[in-house]
């Protein structure tokens, strides 16, 4: 979570069952008096993000139910990512941002303008019900004169309509592309989406296709804007997209350096257990040291350390452990071990996920679809690995074995490890 | 059967004659969380407590049902009771979170037992314990209150509620059962008689001057209970006094259970 981003420590849910009664509305206790909100409810969700844009931004945001309903720490990130760049940059005035597919919520250009209140954003949709909404959600704050709102319906380009309407140069976009390419990767794929605990599939029902689903999925979208990147260069200072998964955003790279394009610069959001990751690129040379701008913040990260128990005995649970490690294709390097005191200590490197796709697979029921043979492909073509540390040792107050596990380095995202735990302790019941 | 007697009479501080005014050595035991509740009561056999006993005649309000046990102590009763009973679940909490330790050690030594029948099994599986105070502090919390249980067993804890939280404290506890229960849901209550009250109120000041302020004694139970305020329907009484009478239950024990009914 960006340091500056508010949600750093969850909502108030408190405070805000006093003041909303529509949040109240919503809330259950638990038998201690902890107030809970069901995640897993859209409605319940819906009225949470309502009642937050309310709270902490002073917005009024009407949101459709059967829309995606935006994820306030990670859209907050994002911007607050956009706003570093953009003080990295030391580009303080006259700023005006493009926001690709801005959705029925409308709701970075509406954050961008609460927060700048300077600023100008440029606000693109193609759904005809979104633009409804986005064009309430801009009227009911009284940003008419601050956000436009660009009909994409029927252009197959993404910036064009825009610079017909103003050919101005624009100092940056920010985008949440549609990311299902196919049925089949919402069912199988990256399972929430939205950043939200997982999304019950009914959910999508109505959903209109526009919305989550794209030819190609997050990756053609994203080099559609990349392609016309190349040919406006500077009319657009810092171009930038989100990515939910790390796979398309590590080909989108290659696609980038294939281009020789080396004046871009990569950030991984993290709420909770929810990834998603973002890049920047630049044809302006006074934007250079985009690297340094990140290679500064990775080494900043403290190594996050997971741990478990194991309630069982030390060598049997040591050796299924190393069983299950070899069955991923896992390599292990020990590094320490001190058979006495029953300690050892390994350093794990993998080259591929092979845990993501058992686990795929089991839902599947072992069936391989088209578009997971894609990703396999897709994987295979790639430079991957992840490299951590694991520990497991005897607990020397009961009969049980601690086993400790966390990323050191690699091109694989960090949610590997906790994925590569949690497949340990399924596979040890 | 032999029970020996429970708090009322004799737990373990009281062979000591008291020498303060409080004992505010005791304040460990203000909410009856007496560590060797079920010792005393049953004696070091054990043996099936009357009181589910007398449930057993009644399953058809348990059996498959999800149940919630406000104030379960180390948890024995509750096991037993999901073991004879077979409920759908059962949420047990307790105010003091070494009790619940011991009720979740308690849960665990009974599922080791390798000739537990497959079903007392599956029922122990669907116990979870859990520490809680049910007599929240923000008291406007209710509102949010839903019916999600079938039965709610509060037994031997009014007393304690009463002594600790006042007159206020019984009547959100109350409030709060029947917000919890689902239409035709019951409350199994057994309520200490208000004799056994003064024994326990000089454990502190607080308690002390709750006791002072008693208006609403538990005699007048039933009646509040079937009140606009609170809502139940129907109350009878589960505990058949032949039964009683058989059980070599000692006075201080014959506490009727009484059922509440949510219409
Ligand atoms: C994943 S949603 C993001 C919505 C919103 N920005 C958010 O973050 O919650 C992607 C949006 O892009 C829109 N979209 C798809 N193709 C587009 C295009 N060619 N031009 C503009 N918007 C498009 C979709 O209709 C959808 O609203
Ligand atoms: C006398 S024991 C009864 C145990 C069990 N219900 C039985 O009848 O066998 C009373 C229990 O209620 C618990 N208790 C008292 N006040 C409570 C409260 N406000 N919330 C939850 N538990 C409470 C005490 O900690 C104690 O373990």
Redesign the interface.
């Known amino acids: 979570m960006h340091p500056r981003n508010i949600y750093k420590n969850p909502p108030d849910f ?1 405070k805000l ?1 006093i003041e909303y009664p529509e949040f ?1 509305a919503k ?3 638990d ?3 902890k ?1 809970k909100l069901n995640f897993n409810d859209q409605e319940s969700v819906r009225v949470l993000t309502q009642c937050c844009l309310m709270k902490d931004f002073d917005l009024k945001v009407e949101l459709p139910i059967d829309k995606l309903i935006p994820t306030l720490p990670l859209r907050l990130n994002y911007i607050l990512w956009i706003e570093d760049l953009l003080n990295h940059c030391s580009i303080k005035e006259n700023v005006f941002g493009i926001d690709i597919g801005t959705g029925a919520s409308c709701i970075y250009s509406l954050l961008l303008i609460k927060m700048h209140t300077q600023w100008k954003m440029f606000a693109l949709e193609i759904d005809k019900e979104n633009l409804k909404y986005a064009n309430k959600n801009i009227n009911y704050n009284q940003f008419d004169e601050k956000i436009v709102l660009i009909n994409q319906e029927g252009s197959n380009k993404i910036f064009e309509n825009l610079f017909k309407h103003d050919s101005n140069h624009k100092t940056f976009c920010v985008c949440n592309p549609p990311f299902f390419s196919s049925k089949n990767e919402l069912v199988l794929g990256s399972e929430n989406r939205t950043g939200k605990r997982k999304r019950p599939r009914s959910s999508y029902k109505e959903s209109s296709t526009e919305t989550v689903f794209t030819e190609g999925g997050e990756l053609e979208f994203v080099k559609k804007i990349f392609n016309e990147s190349l040919e406006l260069k500077e009319k657009v200072e810092i171009y930038s997209s989100m990515f939910g998964c790390k796979k398309n955003l590590l080909n989108f790279i290659t696609v980038l350096k294939h281009h020789d394009i080396k004046n871009f610069t990569t950030t991984e959001f993290v709420q909770g257990k929810t990834f998603r990751w973002a890049i920047a690129w630049s044809f302006n040379r006074n934007l250079l040291n985009f690297e340094d701008h990140t290679s500064k913040k990775k080494f900043e990260k403290k190594p996050n350390v997971l741990t478990h128990t194991i309630d069982d005995e030390f060598e049997t649970t040591h050796s299924k452990i190393l069983n299950l490690l070899s069955n991923l294709k896992i390599n292990l390097k020990l590094i320490n071990k001190n058979e006495k005191d029953k300690y050892f200590k390994y350093e794990l490197e993998a080259l591929e996920n092979t845990w993501t796709n058992q686990r795929r697979k089991r839902r599947a029921g072992n069936k391989l679809d088209e578009s997971s043979t894609f990703h396999e492909s897709a994987s295979a073509s790639q430079e991957e690995n992840i490299v951590m540390g694991f520990e497991i040792y005897k607990s020397n107050l009961k009969s049980s074995v601690n086993l400790k596990i966390f990323y050191l380095r690699g091109t694989m995202s960090r949610d590997c490890v906790n994925q590569i735990l949690q497949y340990i302790k399924n596979n040890l019941k | 059967m032999v029970y020996l007697k429970d708090e009322l009479e004799n737990s373990p501080e009281m062979d000591k004659p008291p020498k303060k005014k409080f004992k505010t050595d005791k304040d460990n035991f203000r909410y009856g969380n007496y560590r060797n509740y079920y010792f005393k009561r049953f004696g070091a056999e054990s043996k099936t407590d009357i009181r589910l006993e007398i449930m057993q005649y009644h399953s058809e309000y348990f059996k498959d049902k999800q149940i919630l046990d406000i104030g379960c102590n180390s948890g024995l009763v509750t096991i037993n009771f999901a073991k004879l009973l077979q409920p759908k679940s059962v949420l047990a909490i307790d105010i003091d979170a070494n009790l619940i330790d011991m009720a979740r050690k308690n849960l665990q030594k009974e599922k080791a037992n390798f000739n537990l029948p497959e079903e007392q099994l599956a029922a122990l599986n669907r116990i979870i314990f859990r520490k809680a105070n049910y007599i929240l502090t923000d008291r406007t919390l209710i509102e949010h209150e839903r019916p999600q249980y079938e039965a709610i067993l509060c037994l031997s804890v009014t007393k304690w509620i009463h002594l600790n939280f006042g007159d206020d404290g019984i009547k959100f506890l109350f409030k709060r059962i029947y917000k919890q229960l689902h239409q035709n849901g019951v409350l199994i209550l057994e309520p200490q008689p208000f004799s056994g009250y003064k024994k326990r109120s000089k454990l502190n000041a607080e308690i002390l001057e709750n006791y002072k302020a008693i208006k609403l004694k538990p005699e007048q139970f039933e009646a509040y209970l079937l009140s606009d305020e609170i809502g139940f329907s129907e109350s009878w009484c589960m505990t058949d006094s032949e039964i009683l009478e058989q059980s070599n239950l000692p006075k201080g024990f014959h506490r009727p259970l009484q059922v509440f009914v949510k219409r």
């Open positions: 408190n069952r109240a809330v259950h206790i038998v201690d008096g107030i």
